[in-house]
């Protein structure tokens, strides 16, 4: 038996090599003319049309702060001609499809033009390495800031705490906690001033060096640096001494809470890139190649070429796609395909790199290496699906683009009005600064992350681990839920169901069930096939001992033979009975059929010539699951089973759990293809191998139905469903599943319970909830603040505190989810 996906499964030709030569450096792009010269393109200019084949050019970006980093870069790049870039903030890389003339060095020039940086990937690069070591440094610099402004901050606003001296002391202090622990919040306004943008970085920067360098003035030329001066409590500005205050504080302040927001983000960051690395993981790393002389020797991976053949033991990962040229031997292909049973493979047979040989030798020569394997080609579908993914993140750095020179303007504005209205220069000074301080978006930027926090950290309580952002916005708009059958809905394990005794027939007696279970015990005994170890753990439970067996022989894709008790003994499929001439009795036919109605595989067994009964084994269903279907229904919610298995398979689960509509024998690549096709209102149609989908009951799903557009969650745990995940508008794993799975996602549900999605979708929804208040109360703080600290009405060091309230605030409305409790439906015990 071939399985589907080994047919399917096929290489992309490799792109061509970029066009050499060109000046080092060069800020264009390069070509050919056709004279043969090498010309220099600006952006502007058309590329000929004999230099129009694409390559796919990868770049490593570094410097970017924010998803609007990962904007302005994907902007820059799009506008060289011929050119489509995708900018992943999460992966730190761009993916750019290009004209084969482009040279890379020219677009990695576009990149630093915009003020950041990039490289070509190679093979030492790490990138998990390169996040870790970014997370430390936000870390350090974060320990540090604590340390200094946590006395800064409470000398200031505790009165009696005020020392004689302990305004100069907090200049001291402030210093290192502005320039070094800040400095990537100054590194990056400056990079933004140089193209004309602003971001939330830029008022944090402008906020903290103007109450700085306000500070050191009043401290200077003022009566603030009088030894012995203390902080009056006065909320409004005092017109006949606005230099007898220092707000080193809110510097302080502002950038330590800015670096704890931002030492959550890279966390999360670095978890999201994880996916693509999880799936290469899973491929052989070394190779076993078969000379013509037919000696074996051990190799990497990479010396392996297309043709070459290679050799694979039991219980080794199979290093390539490929053609198997000789041996037979069960493949499990679950990692690929979901098929809880493996497959059985025999010369001429394709097979799947990173599936696993369980029981026998194999020689399989190579058609596909490298990128071009289905691994290879199910990773960049995991990388092209997280690309396109939103972040929730992007609505605040939107929203600083235009609130952040609209604040510079408002507060040069009471300068000038403060100037014109004759209030002096100090009190204009300061009631500008008081706009600055009372502006910096110390709320805004601790409303994603503090929420998050509490969320994650109330999820990890129960068993769900929130990925990022993201996943709460696509949480509150989902209307269907795709799962995949096996290890999702099923235990993902095989086990028997049913043995049954053939009736006694010709005055013989009836042999009984522990006879026929003791018989097939003891033949499938002596093999390594999945459905053999379940028949034999079974029947380890129920008490049977097997006997001897002598003269053991393995049947490849029909069963085995051995002689026990002195009788010549059988197990396996009906095809064997059929070889060996043996008539099944018709109550077994009968029970073969119904078994096989319900997607269950049967192994008759035989001994003295005759069939004495049948075993059948099948994937159980696992508990939870038809109780998760019905709080799916209640909650308003579309349910689908897409999976690799056969359609009767999948019917027969689906009618038992009550799933809406299925969809059987689906490639990986065609999962993530029918996820696209729900979300745009297609399902079903046009899926290479698709017919469409079929109610629970196998009926045809309506095709007014699949014109509907759907905001999709998608559940599974193999890598098969990876590339689903990804590009489902929410990615639910369970964490029973592989690592790819779970980093593709972005909900994870720790223990194998399906039920457990519920919650996860509304504790995801609470989160996004929260940071949603969060943002709207940061934003009306200062809307309602800025006009009152624009009149005068509001001294800067009460608008410092009232800036750090507003992140207490945020910080305590994030804490309420801590107190999210189940559903009385879901809660266990």
């Not at 202090?173 to 602003?198: E, I, Q, R």
């Amino acid at each position: 038996m071939t399985n589907r996906a080994h047919e399917q499964a096929g290489g992309t030709s490799t792109p061509p090599d970029p066009v050499p030569g060109g000046r080092p450096g060069a800020p264009g792009l390069v070509a050919d003319d056709s004279a043969g010269n090498t010309v220099v393109l600006d952006d502007t200019i058309t590329i000929p049309d004999d230099a129009r084949d694409l390559v796919s050019i990868d770049l490593d970006v570094t410097g970017m702060t924010c998803a609007s980093c990962a904007s302005r870069i994907q902007k820059r790049l799009n506008k060289v001609d011929g050119v489509e870039a995708a900018v992943n903030y999460a992966t730190n890389k761009a993916h750019v499809t290009a004209p084969a003339a482009t040279r890379p060095e020219a677009l990695i020039e576009v990149v630093r033009d915009a003020g950041y940086d990039a490289s070509l990937p190679t093979p030492d690069t790490d990138s998990d390495e390169l996040a870790s070591a970014d997370a430390d440094s936000i870390r350090r610099r974060l320990i540090v800031a604590a340390i200094i402004s946590v006395p800064v901050m409470v000398v200031a606003m505790v009165t009696p705490l005020q020392f004689p001296g302990w305004q100069w002391a907090s200049l001291v202090a402030a210093t290192p906690v502005l320039f070094w622990c800040g400095w990537g919040f100054h590194k990056a306004t400056w990079t933004n001033l140089k193209h004309g943008s602003a971001s939330m970085d830029t008022l944090i920067s402008v906020g903290t060096i103007s109450a700085y360098l306000w500070s050191v003035y009043c401290l200077v030329f003022g009566s603030a640096g009088m030894i012995g001066m203390r902080h009056e409590f006065s909320f409004a500005l005092s017109h006949h001494d606005a230099l007898g205050s220092v707000y080193f504080e809110a510097a302080c302040g502002t950038i330590t809470f800015i670096l704890l927001g931002r030492l959550i983000e890279a966390r999360s960051r670095r978890e999201a890139g994880s996916a693509l690395r999880e799936l290469l993981k899973l491929g052989a790393k070394r190779v076993r190649l078969l000379d013509d002389d037919g000696t074996e020797h051990t190799e990497p991976i990479e010396a392996l070429t297309v043709g070459q053949q290679f050799v694979v033991r039991p219980g080794e990962k199979i290093a390539s796609d490929g053609v198997v040229t000789a041996g037979e031997a069960a493949i499990d292909t679950r990692v690929i395909t979901g098929e809880s049973v493996p497959v059985e493979v025999g010369p001429g047979d394709r097979v799947v790199g990173a599936t696993l040989n369980t029981n026998s030798r194999l020689v399989v020569r190579a058609t596909a290496v490298g990128s071009d394997t289905q691994l290879s080609q199910i990773a960049t579908l995991v990388e092209q699906a997280q690309t396109s993914k939103s972040n929730a993140q992007r609505l605040a750095d939107r929203i600083a683009g235009v609130f952040v020179p609209v604040v510079i303007v408002l507060a040069l504005v009471a300068l000038v009005a403060w100037l014109i209205a004759g209030a002096g220069i100090s009190f204009a000074i300061t009631a500008a600064v008081s706009v600055l301080i009372i502006s910096c978006p110390c709320a805004l930027g601790l409303a994603t992350p503090t929420a998050l926090l509490a969320g994650t950290g109330r999820g990890a309580q129960l068993g769900i681990v929130i990925r990022g952002p993201e996943a709460l916005e696509r949480a509150k708009t989902i209307d269907t839920v795709v799962m995949d059958k096996t290890g999702t809905l099923t235990k993902g394990e095989m086990a028997v169901q049913h043995v049954v005794v053939a009736p006694a027939t010709d005055g013989r007696k009836d042999v009984g069930t522990d006879a026929v279970l003791r018989r097939v015990a003891t033949l499938e005994a002596g093999s390594e096939h999945p459905i053999a170890e379940a028949i034999v753990a079974f029947a380890e439970q129920a008490g049977v001992e097997p006997e001897a067996a002598d003269d053991f022989q393995i049947i490849p894709g029909l069963g085995v033979r051995a002689t026990v008790a002195g009788q010549a003994s059988l197990a396996g499929n009906a095809a064997l009975m059929e070889r060996e001439e043996l008539v099944v009795p018709a109550e077994l036919v009968a029970a073969a059929h119904s078994a096989a109605d319900e997607g269950a595989t049967v192994v008759f067994v035989a001994w003295q010539a005759a069939v004495r009964g049948l075993v059948t084994v099948s994937d159980e269903i696992a508990d939870t699951s038809q109780r998760a279907i019905e709080l799916f229904h209640r909650m308003g919610l579309r349910t689908v089973m897409l999976t690799g298995d056969n359609e009767r398979a999948a019917r027969h689960i689906a009618a038992q759990v009550g799933i809406d509509e299925v969809h059987a024998q689906v490639l990986p690549q065609q999962k993530l293809e029918v996820v696209t096709r729900l979300q745009s209102g297609d399902a079903g149609q046009g899926v290479p191998g698709l017919e469409g989908g079929s109610d629970g009951s196998g009926r045809q799903a309506s095709g007014q139905q699949g014109r509907q557009e759907h905001r999709v969650a998608m559940i599974g745990d193999g890598v098969n469903d990876a590339a689903a995940l990804a590009g489902a508008d929410l990615g639910i794993s369970m964490g029973s599943g592989t690592d790819a799975a779970i980093a593709a996602s972005d909900l994870t549900l720790m223990r194998h319970d399906l039920v457990l999605a519920v919650d996860a979708i509304r504790l995801a929804r609470a989160t996004l909830g929260t940071i949603r208040g969060n943002l709207f109360w940061a934003f009306f703080y200062n809307v309602c603040a800025i006009p009152i600290a624009a009149f005068g009405l509001l001294n800067p060091m009460i608008a410092g505190a009232a800036m750090a309230f507003s992140s207490v605030f945020v910080v305590t409305n994030s804490l309420r989810l801590r107190r999210f409790r189940p559903t009385p439906e879901v809660a266990r015990s």
